[in-house]
T-cell receptor, first 110, second 113 residues
């Protein structure tokens, strides 16, 4: 089993719709969680950190479920510019290494 | 601030050739990393440097060496390139105080023929 698993997609979603991704992780000791965004042929960029209480940043909401060991990302009122690959990332605080999912590709259609 | 910079952006090597990928950051971060990214796979850590003067192997270190030249610079060397090393290479840095959010350079696209 991969340490961090994501549905690779692609998710084809009409503009204005709400879309949600899940990501599961295998290490129950994991402490830090992130969503990164990667545009085609570009570097990953931090979208948001995921806190135990959940957090929201504009149209984006991230949730953590420790009992089931998954994190989620919800995008509301999706824009064409949201088209990208979303990477789920986990750190277990035992060293400096981040464990990366392979990403979920999102395509927003007009 | 430029953030994290990498050179070169593109490179084509023949099998057996060597090269060094350069990375520099101007964010005063203590920790730096080298990753490779292949289609359909997550980023895989090659080497990292938790602080100036230290380096450690990551998940896929074979065929690579690194040098943490100073706090700003972290280079990756391929001594004898192989086609399996065709990939996109990203350098990243982070503030070692946690929670380990990493900031990336634009990447180097390497093809080994």
């Amino acid at each position: 089993r991969k340490e961090v698993e994501q549905d690779p997609g692609p998710f084809n979603v009409p503009e204005g719709a709400t879309v949600a991704f899940n990501c599961t992780y295998s290490n129950s000791a994991s402490q830090s969680f992130f969503w990164y965004r990667q545009d085609c042929r570009k570097e990953p960029k931090l979208l948001m950190s995921v806190y135990s209480s959940g957090n929201e940043d504009g149209r984006f909401t991230a949730q953590l479920n420790r009992a089931s060991q998954y994190i989620s990302l919800l995008i509301r009122d999706s824009k064409l510019s949201d088209s990208a690959t979303y990477l789920c990332v986990v750190n277990n605080n035992s060293n400096y290494q981040l464990i990366w999912g392979a990403g979920t590709k999102l395509i927003i259609k007009p | 601030n430029a953030g994290v910079t990498q050179t070169p952006k593109f490179q084509v090597l023949k099998t057996g050739q060597s090269m060094t990928l350069q990375c520099a950051q101007d964010m005063n971060h203590n920790s730096m990393y080298w990753y490779r990214q292949d289609p359909g796979m997550g980023l895989r850590l090659i080497y990292y440097s938790a602080s100036e003067g230290t380096t450690d192997k990551g998940e896929v270190p074979n065929g690579y060496n690194v040098s943490r030249l100073n706090k700003r610079e972290f280079s990756l060397r391929l001594e004898s390139a192989a086609p399996s090393q065709t990939s996109v290479y990203f350098c990243a840095s982070s503030d070692s105080g946690g929670p380990y959010e990493q900031y990336f350079g634009p990447g180097t696209r390497l093809t080994v023929t």
